[in-house]
């Protein structure tokens, strides 16, 4: 049997060149942020893209301005201020 379609060592290179490039080129990629000043952050839907809204300082807040729209209210896990709750206590371990 003989190959009707002898290959060449660049062509195999220039194939994976061109889908490296056309994978990157798709859709530029924005970072999410989080906003480490607001404790509870609006995730929105969108055709183009999802974006993060940290500037709200309770669920409910978040709540009002997600209604009616393709959006959730999530807890912000970058929230600067986050502390212990009061009264929470560690229990040690005690050996003797």
Do not use: W
């Not at 993060?52 to 929230?79: D, H, K, M, W």
């Amino acid at each position: 049997m003989t190959d009707k379609h002898p290959k060449r060592p660049g062509d195999r290179i220039l194939a994976l060149a061109i889908l490296a490039i056309g994978t990157v080129s798709i859709e530029p990629v924005a970072a999410q942020t989080y906003d480490p000043a607001y404790p509870v952050c609006l995730h929105v839907y969108t055709l183009g893209a999802n974006y993060y809204e940290c500037r709200y300082t309770s669920l409910p807040q978040c709540n009002a301005s997600a209604s009616g729209r393709a959006a959730q209210c999530v807890i912000n896990p970058y929230f600067a201020g986050a502390e212990e709750p009061a009264g929470y206590r560690r229990h040690r371990r005690r050996i003797y």
